[in-house]
């Protein structure tokens, strides 16, 4: 995380991954129930990662 700050900034990190972050929270809370903090902690960073490559993928075709 900290590489990534350094490299594109807070206001590039913001811009980047705002949304996808905003939308894995909100799954996690309503739907993760897993009875631990480490499994949902886990299952809500693959969440973001996977809408961050989504996103990062729709934003790629648009460019294109």
């Known amino acids: 995380m900290f590489s ?3 490299a594109i900034g807070i206001n590039g990190m913001a811009r ?5 972050f905003m939308i894995a929270f909100v799954i996690a809370e309503v739907f993760y129930k897993l009875g631990s903090f480490a499994l949902e902690c886990v299952a809500f960073l693959a969440t973001w990662y996977l809408l961050s490559y989504a996103f990062n ?3 790629r075709c648009g460019r294109s």
């Open 4 to 6: 990534l700050t350094q």
């Open 57 to 59: 993928g729709l934003v």
């Open 16 to 20: 980047r991954e705002l949304v996808p």
